[in-house]
């Protein structure tokens, strides 16, 4: 089995849809990401959550809901998005101590498109 | 704020050949890490290699390896004998004292055979 999951693998919604993207790591890592990814854009750090404690928020419309309920989960939540929110949604998972440089694990991501 | 700069949209490289991603940086701290991250058509991002700033040998993965310039904050990745698996997307992190990584906007490689 792969060490991030995530699903699904493509997600097509309306503006009005509530959805949620999944991602499960099965690493044993303590700190979870959520990236977008956009064409000619260099990945943004959506959320971080290290040992289920949100530890970064990058002023992401509140549109996006991050859930954490364990170390192995994180979800994001969707509501009421925008045609420029169709991205690549990553996730990914470290190992993080002090003074590591383990870096991050990535799941395939989800292909999100909006009409 | 720290900032990651790939110049290098997109490469092409013969196959056998050796081709140099180039990845600038700006930071005012002292210790970080800095990674180079391949992903292929098929999506899933995976490390390729890493450097300790404190280090000042290159860090070298088989055919991979980095010139790390300190002082110049320059931190290029040379792939000898190219070969056609290493078609993707390649991007430069660098990750400072918190969990945030900053990524440049990628260079888009192509092995021709």
């Known amino acids: 089995e792969t060490g991030v999951t995530q699903t699904p693998r493509h997600l097509v919604m309306g503006m009005t849809n509530k959805k949620s993207l999944k991602c499960e790591q099965h690493?044993?890592?303590?700190?979870m990401y959520w990236y977008k990814q956009s064409a000619k854009k260099p990945l943004e750090l959506m959320f971080v959550y290290n040992f289920k404690e949100q530890t970064e928020n990058n002023s992401v419309p509140s549109r996006f809901s991050p859930e954490c309920p364990n170390s192995s989960h994180l979800f994001l939540h969707l509501h009421t998005l925008q045609p420029e929110d169709s991205a690549l949604y990553l996730c990914a998972s470290s190992q993080e101590r002090s003074g590591s440089n383990q870096p991050q694990h990535f799941g395939d991501g989800t292909r999100l498109s909006i009409l | 704020a720290q900032t990651v700069t790939q110049s290098q949209p997109e490469m092409s490289v013969q196959e056998a050949e050796t081709v140099t991603l180039s990845c600038t940086y700006d930071t005012s701290e002292s210790n970080y890490y800095l990674f180079w991250y391949k992903q292929p058509p098929s999506r899933q991002m995976i490390l390729v290699i890493r450097q300790e700033a404190y280090k000042q040998q290159n860090a070298t993965e088989n055919r991979f390896s980095v010139n790390f310039q300190k002082a110049a904050k320059s931190f290029s990745l040379k792939i000898s004998d190219s070969q056609l698996g290493d078609t993707a997307m390649y991007f430069c992190a660098f990750r400072g004292g918190t969990y945030k990584y900053i990524f440049g906007t990628g260079t888009r490689l192509k092995v021709l055979a």
């Open positions: 690493l044993g890592h303590n700190a």
